[in-house]
């Protein structure tokens, strides 16, 4: 059995919420079923994450190697030094609305184990045979007393004690789908939320327009700009947001129902990215207008469905993921994870607003 074996993260300076506190840190060791396997339905991961401190944390599980029950991204894979593409979901979270079952707690000292199946989330196919290297994903966010949430250190300071785990495949690498979606054109049968829908994708492709011509005319001196994307060049991003402001599919879909079961507590909504489809839970539908962001909202609550559907688009059209949640959060990315996450053009775009209509 092939073991990669790394401290993860130090937790950050902010305080957790009694009982949950500062800790020393947290240590993952993922295992492979063996050196070599006939067919990726053989490649079940198991991670065990420890918390190496002194007192108990609650860590976001969503999009990280804790997250077992969602087809999200749980690791980067690589063949011959090339990523292989990523085929499951990628999705927002409403910090303020994820209950208890979005966090796993770990006791001061002590481990949990999850066991991950990810032939249905890469495609292999594309790759071919041979062998193939695993990294768990290890960008925790923590519960904290302030924001329910408090960023950790980022994975440009994780410091690796031992190679990636290695598994070679023989034979089977034939491309595996998530059975469950369903690729529909239009699903959304009841009219008020198809009516939303729509408004929030004019609302999204109004907020990249304007954060183009924004960032334009300001330059990269701009201070929130910096904030958000750092030294970044800006034709990154305004290629991405360009992207979305001109999004024109006719293919993809964009659905009010759950056709992959992600709906879990705290998402409001998620994007496949094989078909790049995008599905809306139910918590979408208490959002608001961009107009709010005037009376009533603030950027930091991340609740402007334009910028939801904004975020969900940086993943169809531009390739983004999500590195986590909140805009604070946002801001304290490297500019190499800064250009990555969905979120920061959320919250960018919509503070862009915020500052020059309101």
Known sequence: ???????????????????????????????????????????????????????????????????????????????????VPFTGIKMQVSIADADDTAYTVIPAGKSVTVQHDVASLFDFESAGTGTFSFEPITTFQVASANERVARITDLTKIESTASKVEVAVTSDVAKRGLSQDKRAVSVCSTASRKSFIDASYSEAKSLASQAVSYINSR??????????????????????????????SGSRTLSCT????????????????????????????????????????SVASRNVRGGTTLHELTH??????????GCSFDQGLSDAQSIQNADNFNCFTTQVYASTRC
């Open 1 to 83: 059995m092939f073991v990669l074996s790394f401290i993860a993260l130090g937790l950050a300076g902010t305080a957790l919420a009694t009982p949950f506190k500062r800790s020393g840190g947290l240590s993952v060791k993922v295992s492979g079923p063996a050196a070599s396997v006939e067919s990726i339905d053989e490649l079940k991961l198991t991670a065990e994450i420890t918390n190496t401190g002194s007192e108990d944390v609650k860590v976001l599980k969503y999009g990280t190697i804790l997250d077992d029950k969602l087809p999200t991204r749980s690791f980067s894979i690589t063949k011959d030094g090339s990523a």
């Open 219 to 248: 330059g990269a001196s701009d201070s929130v700009y910096r904030a958000y994307f750092g030294a970044t060049a800006t034709s990154r991003v305004t290629s991405i947001l360009s992207a979305v402001a001109n999004e024109n």
């Open 258 to 297: 759950d056709s992959l079961g992600a709906c879990s507590s705290g998402v409001i909504a998620y994007t496949a990215t094989a078909t790049t489809n995008i599905y809306f839970c139910s918590l979408f539908f208490s959002e608001v207008a961009s107009t709010a962001l005037c009376s009533g909202t």
């Open 316 to 325: 169809a059209v531009g390739r983004t993921v999500d590195v986590g949640y």
